[in-house]
């Protein structure tokens, strides 16, 4: 079975600054996709952003982009200019063949003023 | 489009009752998951529709667990003889086909057990 991995709980920022989330993934499919989800306290899960792993570049979306190395099964989340409405958990996520989807075990993300 | 919306928000029943919690996805999506989620950790898969059809389920979904979604619209699970262990986040979400498509879910149903 497909796990996905979060080594880092937590996580701190000063606000507008760049932060890296990691994630690691181990699969033994070729063709998949790879999610970050944000999940704000008592609040719903939302789509951060999607990369597809047949594409080469990686994925952005405004202020949020990913590092995805398919090779060493890496896929990590930079948020760039940090705001107090990022603080949240944030959740990498797989998806392959099967029509499951594989969260990781969240990082917490605190945002400083 | 309203969203996923779950009912109720948060359930509190004694051990050993049955609960059923109901999930409206968005009306034009045809796949409706249900996940468990405990405090710290992600979302644990349940079980999977594709319309009214339950492809899936978790061999973590015991037989006290059932599911269903009838006409392919709104989804109900079921927890019979409710544990202590069955306390978490029940969360469900929907999508469109094909399966890479980005997950929307709802706010949950917190259970607890008392």
């Known amino acids: 079975a497909q796990t996905v991995t979060q080594s880092q709980p937590e996580m701190s920022v000063q606000e507008a600054e760049t932060v890296t989330l990691s994630c690691t993934y181990d699969t033994s499919e070729s063709d998949y996709y790879l999610f970050w989800y944000k999940q704000p306290p008592s609040r719903q899960m939302i789509l951060v952003i999607r990369?597809?792993?047949?594409?080469?570049q990686n994925a952005t979306e405004n202020r949020f982009s990913v590092n995805f190395q398919k090779a060493a099964k890496s896929f990590s989340l930079k948020i760039s200019d940090s705001q107090l409405g990022d603080a949240a958990m944030y959740f990498c996520?797989?998806?392959?063949?099967?029509?499951?989807?594989?969260f990781g075990t969240g990082t917490s993300l605190t945002v400083i003023p | 489009d309203t969203g996923v919306s779950q009912d109720p928000r948060h359930k509190i029943t004694k051990r050993g009752q049955n609960v059923t919690f109901r999930c409206d996805p968005i009306?034009?999506?045809?796949?409706l998951y249900w996940y468990r989620q405990t405090l710290g950790q992600g979302p644990e898969f349940l079980t999977y529709f594709q319309n009214e059809a339950q492809l899936e389920k978790s061999r973590l979904l015991s037989d006290r667990f059932s599911a269903e979604r009838p006409k392919g619209s709104f989804s109900t699970l079921e927890i019979q003889r409710t544990e202590q262990g069955d306390s978490a986040m029940y969360l469900c979400a929907s999508s469109s086909t094909p399966s890479y498509q980005p997950q929307h879910f709802g706010d949950g149903t917190r259970l607890s057990i008392l």
């Open positions: 009306s034009e999506h045809n796949r």
């Open positions: 990369q597809e792993a047949y594409k080469q």
């Open positions: 996520a797989y998806s392959g063949t099967g029509n499951q989807f594989y």
